[in-house]
């Protein structure tokens, strides 16, 4: 018989209603804990069979949980029909579901998210009542009290911790959505991106295109002769970043310090995962993340979709993930991006640490497990842990494998550079893995930055905290279409744009928070990224002219500046496509690099792309500067 069908038909009654206390006679059912057996044998006067018992009161010493949440996340009993069996214990009446509309919001309401326990229905025709989630170790006090003081039970009634989770998150919504979207900019205006360009900045940069502009007219050949020196030795700054990271990454080997597992219970942890349209995904990410090393009684997996996004919301409930897995319904409240909708979410994070993945993602099984010792062996300042994304599609085109080299390139050779250095840390936008207080502390992902990894990596550095790499992976896979390749790289240039503009708003107030060289290394990060795409075509350009000029002029007539303005440009225009391929294949396993074959030769046209997608970011910045644009995502094909 299944266990839910003895939750059912409870078989304890004496005469106070209390669960009898010589249900442990078997040593079986013997734990020493503190209040353990009070819980013990609550649910064997359930109807819960003693082995099964005995399993999950070992389970729950293994994980520093109660044994009532073992069973719950066992899935041997439904949520509703274990609620069921407590009500008819109890004597009071049991509902599955509350009504939103009829729940009175209290100061302390949005706790019910994290630890829900209890909520007043206001009915409209009757008295309120409160709707409660007992626990297994209170029934007994619960029982006597309402034996002695029947009047007690008058307004109570059962419910599922689910059941005031999903009516607390609809209750109070519109306040809610308003918070997350507005606290930041009303908070903390400096740090969000919702005022695009500061009027400071406007008329900074104003006042320097009119002047280019006079000069232009004033001394042409001077003005372009000096415009074409500092963009040239700007471009050849931002490669010296990565060639400091390829050539570390050739003479230092990389660190395995081992981490002994830390002592005691594991904590909670959350996974936040954002979905749009993503209904053909549903069943791969359940399965990656059912394969999560760690306790299912200790998860908190919340899928965060947009409430208008149906196909979605109900392939994730048709799957019936488990009761690790909730879906969290953002209301449609502008603007719709994906910092929000995480932003949203994080009000009931339950998890001491959360992690962020996206509907394409298949981590390692043992990544939170890595994060968690990494977590507890490093200081508290330490707030993020960025894991490695790994392409693994780079067969199936060009695009995919020059795609994957930028990948190895940044999160396995620029990244664990800066992380071993102390320096601000650009995360990606997924599997990254988070202190939920220092999260929180620096108010979450900004709402109005369509990059909004890189904008907290920021941030976060600037509040005083850290960030580092870790080494178990993440799968995913790359756009195959350049159509999607370039929508993708735009917002993500777009997003680099207003975090770069939000961080040279105080460009003194930024040095005197985390001092002159991560000011330059942020300098280099994100506007010399940004520059560099931005005038590679510009680059090409100053090479052929100057390679023009060389073959008009005798050799001895030749002036200085031009043979110098060359070599720096064929420098970066050489040096941008051997470190971009040197830093890729130097981080990449040889099972990697036969995968990428010989489409490395395609380079250059990549380069032109990426400058393409940045001037379509620069020009979206203006017209449209917080559209998300959706990047679609196709399961992986199964192995026959």
């Known amino acids: 018989m299944r266990s839910e069908e003895h939750a059912s038909q409870p078989t304890y009654h004496d005469e106070t209603g209390a669960p009898p206390t010589d249900e442990t006679e078997s040593g079986q059912l013997l734990d020493f804990r503190p209040g353990i057996q009070v819980e013990l044998t609550a649910l064997a006067a359930l109807g819960f069979s003693k082995p099964l018992i005995a399993k999950l009161a070992g389970l729950s010493r293994q994980n520093g949980t109660t044994v009532e949440a073992e069973l719950l996340a066992s899935g041997d009993v439904r949520e509703d029909a274990y609620y069921g069996a407590i009500a008819r214990l109890l004597r009071l009446p049991f509902v599955s579901s509350l009504d939103p509309a009829l729940v009175v919001i209290l100061p302390s309401t949005d706790a019910q998210l994290t630890r829900p326990t209890m909520v007043r229905i206001a009915h409209r025709n009757k008295a309120q009542e409160i709707a409660i989630v007992p626990e297994a170790a209170r029934l007994s006090q619960i029982a006597a009290t309402l034996a002695t003081l029947p009047l007690v039970g008058r307004d109570l009634v059962i419910t599922t911790p689910s059941a005031i989770r999903e009516s607390v998150w609809k209750a109070d919504a519109a306040r809610r959505i308003r918070e997350t979207t507005n606290t930041l900019f009303e908070q903390r205006p400096l740090l969000s991106a919702r005022v695009v360009l500061a009027g400071h900045q406007g008329f900074y940069g104003g006042s320097f295109l009119t002047t280019l502009a006079c000069l232009l007219l004033i001394a042409p050949i001077d003005t372009l002769l000096a415009l074409h020196i500092v963009l040239s030795l700007t471009y050849f700054s931002t490669l010296c970043l990565r060639l400091s990271a390829m050539i570390r990454q050739t003479l230092v080997a990389p660190e395995r310090v081992p981490i002994a597992p830390p002592f005691g219970p594991l904590p909670r942890y959350t996974v936040l995962v954002a979905l749009y349209r993503e209904e053909d995904m549903a069943e791969q990410l359940v399965a990656s993340l059912k394969r999560l090393d760690w306790p299912a009684s200790l998860l908190d997996i919340k899928f965060v979709c947009e409430i208008d996004d149906r196909q979605t919301i109900e392939a994730l409930k048709a799957l019936e ?207 010399g990224m940004l520059l560099s795409s931005l005038l590679h075509p510009l680059i090409l350009v100053f090479l052929g002219v100057g390679f023009s000029a060389m073959l008009r002029a005798p050799i001895d007539t030749l002036p200085l500046e031009v043979v110098g303005l060359f070599a720096i440009d064929f420098t970066n225009i050489l040096g941008s496509y051997l470190i971009f391929l040197g830093l890729g294949i130097g981080s990449m396993t040889d099972h990697e690099k036969r995968l990428v074959g010989r489409r490395w030769v395609a380079v250059p046209l990549y380069w032109m792309m990426t400058s393409f997608a940045a001037w379509k970011a620069l020009r979206e910045l203006r017209t449209k500067p917080f559209h998300w644009s959706k990047t679609p995502h196709m399961p992986r094909r199964k192995e026959s």
């Open 321 to 527: 993930p488990g009761p690790q897995f909730e879906i969290v319904e953002v209301p449609a409240y502008g603007p719709r991006t994906k910092p929000k909708a995480l932003t949203y979410a994080l009000k009931g994070a339950r998890g001491e640490f959360t992690a962020i993945y996206d509907a394409e993602d298949r981590p390692h099984p043992q990544q939170l497990r890595e994060a968690y010792r990494r977590f507890r062996a490093a200081p508290s300042e330490l707030a993020c842990l960025q894991a490695p994304l790994i392409i693994t599609n780079a067969r199936e085109s060009w695009l995919s494998a020059l795609f994957s080299l930028e990948y190895a390139a940044l999160f396995r050779g620029l990244l664990p550079m800066l992380g071993r250095m102390n320096m601000p840390l650009p995360l990606g936008g997924t599997s990254n893995h988070f202190r939920t207080s220092a999260l929180i502390a620096a108010g979450g992902w900004d709402p109005y930055n369509v990059t909004e990894d890189a904008d907290l990596g920021m941030r976060l550095y600037r509040l005083g905290f850290t960030a580092d790499v870790m080494r178990h992976q993440t799968l995913e896979d790359a756009p195959l279409s350049i159509k999607v390749w370039t929508s993708q790289r735009s917002r993500w240039f777009k997003g680099w744009l207003q975090t770069w503009l939000v961080l040279m708003r105080d460009p003194a107030r930024l040095i005197g928070e985390i001092g002159i060289k991560p000011f330059c290394v942020i300098q280099l990060l994100v506007g």
